[in-house]
């Protein structure tokens, strides 16, 4: 008997979930709030060189401050054994602290996204944002520029809430 | 031809070129020309008149036997095979849509401006399109047989059995034993899909389902077979009509639950799958087959879940009979929903049965119930109960 | 896949690499009509050499490198590692350092048990176990996510701490996953792990006695499962697991039922573990200041700790240098991999899933 008393119990906890929400989300049309905890202003991994500690954050596209940046290269010398993305190149425009107008250019084709160079960059100009979409139809776009990268980019669509409602189920709204 | 798609637009261009000249060159003839000659052509004017007056299409269908209640339409369109295959894409899709309700996800959600409403028809598009691919070593006649005898199978279960007083295909005074005869046509029909896809996967999967097979049809119909003692008829009609006062379920619940049991293994569903075992055997005796090949053993899965569970409210659940606020044919689909969303449920909550166990539960333990079934319904007729 | 077939009676295939019942692993079977006669495993099909690799990495480039072969359980594989260099520096991560790693590698754990679990269902048939745990495992990889920036591979331990600080509003959310989760773990048990089609299967298949189990040296829930009391995380306790109490979960029955009751109830542990370690966690930094490049001292180092599958063991040989000399990682999938021929001779075929993703081998890292 306990045979049949263990079947029906399976079954009715499974019909028990139809009643509930589901949980998926409905991306492209419903975003992933990756700003869930709200740390800081821009949500994305940024590091502190005095204080040699970082902030938590999504780890997405850098973003580079070129009116700090010096070209020391480091972030390239921390890349090398890790995915080898980051070149440096130069630029049209001259800046004050940059004598050899070189700039970091990271190729997204290779690049894991672990964050080092961020975390070995001495002037904290190199961060990241919380911004994932990169994908392109060809290869070659996947090389930002360091003009691309110094722009902030857009963070558009409906972010959707995570709600872990014990009753009826944990769903996005 | 290379492939389905220009064989496709070969035939729309010669149905366009048709439709486009055939009016303008032959019906000025009859209109215009043939009139003052003195010929009058009766069937243009029939069918003129068709094309326009819903009654007279009606007519004239029915003057070619072709009409709603001539054989061929029963056959065909309702309720055979055409209303059976639109039913078993519908049940398609409800599957779908249950099962994932019951994991937390949502299914098809794009075909369709509604929760993926089209879906079973743009699946009937792809599989379409598809290339059948033969591989070399296989036993042609036999491998592409496969699929179509399946359907013939499938389709010719339907036909023995009624819907309502008025709607059958064909009546008889043996029914059951009919249907039964055609249901133990599968284990052929299976070891030769088996065999001749030359594949060690294949074959195992084929002998799986063979035994599986075998095994549970002696359960399904000594099951039946109380149902057929407190009725006194093999005839469906009759069965039903036997069961205006109570359902056969309810002095029959062991038999109708080894019915169900072995309803389950003879459509191959969870926990009865194991001939189509994804993990273990990749497909099981359908891995070699593409296309619409595959979407056509899809459909005889689906119409031989259709043709039993059918079978199934028929036998047990009082068919038809309902109060007389809904049609007959009403209650009828009512219970029908029930006992399929009840078939689909068990497939999100149950693993799979191993062979050894399969096939003592389907010689031991269920030919033992059925019997004891067998011996309640003794009872219960003799002390003239039902 | 040959077919060789002595007296016409043996059938030999290979469950192999293009298999939807394997992954990345091939195994020769031998059946005799439905009984396997003989079963060779042949792993190596995604060997790239990670150990050779590592040695031409600096300390910190390594990091990203070492986690790559098992993605699901990355904490687990790095941990040994960040603990062995700090050997090699003379260094000790600071307290709030210690208590974060143990959140992280039991969250990590949980998301490697709930990934096995939904891929065990499915292997036995049941598509709901399959689609359950996988939901359920995305609200602990967004935990996760939160303090480590990527949903799997974080890179997030370094020698000397961790690289950042919890993000605010973290414990209440976490506590509050945690009991959304335990509750859902109810819903499991009802469903999947005392449902009788599911008993009937794995009771008394593939038993592994408790002499066997040791002989051949199986580690892990594996060992527990077979009525030997080991655990790393209790005998030689290592970044703060002894101020953490719990009870190990063992079973004396050493079949495959047995394997999937301590990996479930070993869920339930990582859930109160997370739950204890946030209440015990201290103020302080977490990460100390390392300038340039890491240069070990000369000489040697090991660790060992218990990842998701087992022990994991790591020796480092350095010669001064910023380069290690030679890494040496020692995998529980590939100590429990000579338990798959053992166990599945004298099987039924079909007992083959049960028994074979039972023991949780992960092809990638036992062959690194």
């Known amino acids: 008997m306990s045979f049949f008393a263990g079947f029906f119990l399976a079954l009715?906890?499974?019909?028990?979930?139809?009643?509930?929400?589901?949980?998926?989300?409905?991306?492209?049309?419903?975003?992933?709030?990756?700003?869930?905890?709200?740390?800081?202003?821009?949500?994305?991994?940024?590091?502190?060189?005095?204080?040699?500690?970082?902030?938590?954050?999504?780890?997405?596209?850098?973003?580079?401050?070129?009116?700090?940046?010096t070209g020391c290269s480091l972030c390239a010398i921390a890349c090398e054994g890790i995915a080898d993305c980051i070149d440096m190149v130069k630029v049209d425009k001259s800046f004050v602290q940059n004598k050899k107008s070189q700039f970091p250019q990271i190729d997204y084709g290779r690049c894991v996204f672990c964050g080092f160079c961020v975390d070995a960059c001495p002037f904290d100009c190199l961060f990241e944002t919380p911004f994932y979409e990169l994908a392109t139809t060809d290869k070659r776009s996947l090389v930002h520029t360091p003009e691309m990268l110094s722009e902030y980019p857009q963070l558009k669509g409906e972010y959707a809430k995570f709600i872990p409602d014990e009753k009826r189920g944990a769903h996005h709204g | 031809m290379d492939t389905f798609e220009e064989f496709l637009k070969r035939v729309i261009t010669i149905a366009f070129w048709v439709l486009l000249l055939g009016p303008i060159i032959i019906l000025p003839i009859i209109l215009l020309v043939l009139p003052p000659l003195g010929v009058q052509v009766?069937?243009?004017?029939?069918?003129?008149?068709?094309?326009?007056?819903?009654?007279?299409?009606?007519?004239?269908?029915?003057?070619?036997?072709?009409?709603?209640?001539?054989?061929?339409?029963?056959?065909?369109?309702?309720?055979?095979?055409?209303?059976?295959?639109?039913?078993?894409?519908?049940?398609?899709?409800?599957?779908?849509?249950?099962?994932?309700?019951?994991?937390?996800?949502?299914?098809?959600?794009?075909?369709?401006?509604?929760?993926?409403?089209?879906?079973?028809?743009?699946?009937?598009?792809?599989?379409?399109?598809?290339?059948?691919?033969?591989?070399?070593?296989?036993?042609?006649?036999?491998?592409?047989?496969?699929?179509?005898?399946?359907?013939?199978?499938?389709?010719?279960?339907?036909?023995?059995?009624?819907?309502?007083?008025?709607?059958?295909?064909?009546?008889?005074?043996?029914?059951?034993?009919?249907?039964?005869?055609?249901?133990?046509?599968?284990?052929?029909?299976?070891?030769?899909?088996?065999?001749?896809?030359a594949n060690k996967f294949s074959f195992i999967g084929g002998l799986r389902a063979l035994h599986l097979l075998i095994s549970y049809e002696i359960p399904l119909i000594l099951s039946a077979l109380g149902v057929v003692m407190l009725?006194?008829?093999?005839?469906?009609?009759?069965?039903?009509?036997?069961?205006?006062?109570?359902?056969?379920?309810?002095?029959?619940?062991?038999?109708?639950?080894?019915?169900?049991?072995?309803?389950?293994?003879?459509?191959?569903?969870?926990?009865?799958d194991l001939a189509e075992a994804d993990s273990e055997i990749v497909a099981g005796w359908y891995t070699e087959y593409s296309g619409m090949h595959f979407g056509a053993l899809q459909l005889a899965n689906y119409i031989k879940l259709y043709g039993l569970t059918l079978l199934f409210t028929l036998l047990f659940l009082g068919g038809w009979n309902g109060p007389a606020i809904l049609p007959p044919l009403v209650w009828l689909f009512i219970k029908l929903f029930i006992v399929i969303s009840f078939v689909l449920a068990l497939r999100g909550t149950n693993t799979r049965v191993r062979i050894d166990q399969l096939i003592k539960l389907g010689w031991v333990y269920l030919i033992f119930l059925a019997f004891a079934n067998l011996f309640i319904a003794l009872t219960v007729a003799s002390l003239g109960i039902v | 896949m040959e077919v060789v077939d002595q007296e016409g009676r043996t059938l030999t295939f290979?469950?192999?690499?293009?298999?939807?019942?394997?992954?990345?692993?091939?195994?020769?079977?031998?059946?005799?009509?439905?009984?396997?006669?003989?079963?060779?495993?042949?792993?190596?099909?995604?060997?790239?050499?990670?150990?050779?690799?590592?040695?031409?990495?600096?300390?910190?480039?390594?990091?990203?490198?070492?986690?790559?072969?098992?993605?699901?359980?990355?904490?687990?594989?790095?941990?040994?590692?960040?603990?062995?260099?700090?050997?090699?520096?003379?260094?000790?991560?600071?307290?709030?350092?210690?208590?974060?790693?143990?959140?992280?590698?039991?969250?990590?754990?949980?998301?490697?048990?709930?990934?096995?679990?939904?891929?065990?269902?499915?292997?036995?048939?049941?598509?709901?176990?399959?689609?359950?745990?996988?939901?359920?495992?995305?609200?602990?990889?967004?935990?996760?996510?939160?303090?480590?920036?990527?949903?799997?591979?974080?890179?997030?331990?370094?020698?000397?701490?961790?690289?950042?600080?919890?993000?605010?509003?973290?414990?209440?959310?976490?506590?509050?996953?945690?009991?959304?989760?335990?509750?859902?773990?109810?819903?499991?048990?009802?469903?999947?792990?005392?449902?009788?089609?599911?008993?009937?299967?794995?009771?008394?298949?593939?038993?592994?006695?408790?002499?066997?189990?040791?002989?051949?040296?199986?580690?892990?829930?594996?060992?527990?499962?077979?009525?030997?009391?080991?655990?790393?995380?209790?005998?030689?306790?290592?970044?703060?697991?002894?101020?953490?109490?719990?009870?190990?979960?063992?079973?004396?029955?050493?079949?495959?039922y047995a394997r999937a009751m301590v990996r479930f109830q070993e869920l339930f542990d990582s859930l109160d573990i997370i739950g204890q370690a946030l209440n015990l966690i201290p103020d302080g930094p977490v990460k100390i200041p390392m300038r340039g490049q890491i240069k070990g001292k000369v000489g040697e180092s090991f660790?060992?700790?218990?990842?998701?599958?087992?022990?994991?063991?790591?020796?480092?040989?350095?010669?001064?240098?910023?380069?290690p000399y030679r890494v040496k990682i020692s995998v529980p999938s590939f100590r429990n991999l000579s338990a798959i021929p053992f166990l599945l001779k004298g099987n039924h075929l079909a007992d083959m899933p049960a028994i074979y993703w039972g023991l949780d081998y992960w092809p990638v890292e036992a062959d690194k």
């Not at chain 3, 520096?89 to 990590?108: C, F, T």
């Not at chain 3, 945690?178 to 009937?200: A, G, Q, T």
């Not at chain 3, 599958?309 to 480092?316: A, E, K, L």
Request: with cysteine; net charge positive; glycine share 8%.
């Open chain 1, 12 to 69: 009715w906890a499974g019909v028990k979930q139809i009643f509930k929400h589901r949980y998926t989300l409905r991306y492209p049309e419903q975003k992933l709030d990756i700003l869930m905890i709200d740390n800081q202003k821009s949500g994305g991994y940024e590091f502190d060189a005095k204080k040699q500690v970082g902030t938590a954050g999504f780890k997405g596209r850098h973003i580079l401050y070129m009116d700090k940046c």
């Open chain 2, 42 to 197: 009766e069937v243009a004017n029939r069918l003129l008149t068709a094309l326009i007056d819903p009654f007279a299409m009606l007519r004239l269908v029915d003057s070619l036997g072709i009409g709603p209640s001539s054989l061929f339409f029963k056959i065909a369109v309702f309720p055979g095979f055409t209303f059976a295959a639109l039913f078993s894409t519908a049940v398609i899709l409800y599957e779908r849509k249950l099962l994932a309700k019951m994991q937390n996800r949502v299914g098809p959600q794009y075909a369709g401006k509604f929760e993926g409403i089209l879906q079973p028809i743009a699946e009937l598009f792809k599989l379409m399109f598809k290339e059948i691919l033969t591989p070399e070593r296989t036993d042609k006649p036999f491998f592409w047989a496969v699929p179509f005898l399946a359907i013939a199978v499938g389709g010719a279960l339907l036909a023995l059995i009624p819907l309502s007083p008025e709607i059958y295909i064909a009546k008889s005074e043996i029914g059951l034993v009919i249907i039964f005869a055609i249901l133990s046509f599968t284990p052929l029909i299976v070891l030769i899909a088996g065999w001749a896809s």
């Open chain 2, 231 to 272: 009725s006194g008829s093999l005839d469906l009609m009759k069965i039903v009509q036997a069961q205006a006062n109570i359902w056969f379920i309810v002095p029959q619940f062991v038999g109708a639950g080894v019915f169900f049991v072995t309803m389950l293994a003879e459509l191959e569903r969870i926990p009865f």
């Open chain 3, 14 to 256: 290979s469950v192999g690499p293009q298999h939807p019942g394997s992954g990345h692993f091939r195994l020769i079977v031998k059946v005799d009509g439905d009984y396997i006669v003989d079963a060779k495993p042949d792993p190596g099909y995604v060997h790239r050499g990670a150990e050779k690799m590592s040695e031409e990495r600096t300390y910190i480039q390594n990091i990203p490198h070492l986690e790559r072969p098992v993605i699901i359980d990355s904490s687990g594989i790095l941990f040994p590692y960040v603990l062995a260099v700090e050997e090699l520096l003379g260094v000790e991560a600071p307290s709030r350092a210690q208590y974060i790693r143990i959140i992280m590698a039991e969250l990590n754990r949980i998301i490697s048990h709930t990934y096995w679990l939904s891929i065990y269902g499915i292997f036995l048939g049941h598509s709901t176990m399959f689609m359950w745990p996988m939901g359920d495992r995305e609200l602990f990889i967004d935990l996760a996510e939160s303090i480590g920036g990527t949903r799997v591979t974080f890179s997030y331990f370094v020698p000397g701490g961790v690289r950042n600080d919890l993000p605010q509003g973290f414990k209440e959310r976490a506590l509050k996953t945690c009991d959304y989760f335990e509750k859902r773990l109810k819903e499991y048990d009802r469903i999947f792990f005392s449902n009788p089609m599911f008993l009937k299967r794995t009771r008394g298949v593939g038993v592994l006695k408790r002499e066997d189990a040791i002989k051949i040296g199986a580690t892990g829930p594996n060992l527990r499962a077979s009525g030997v009391l080991s655990d790393t995380r209790k005998d030689e306790p290592y970044s703060s697991y002894d101020t953490i109490k719990w009870e190990i979960p063992v079973r004396k029955e050493g079949d495959a």
């Open chain 3, 303 to 323: 660790a060992r700790t218990e990842a998701a599958r087992g022990t994991m063991f790591y020796h480092i040989i350095s010669d001064g240098a910023t380069h």
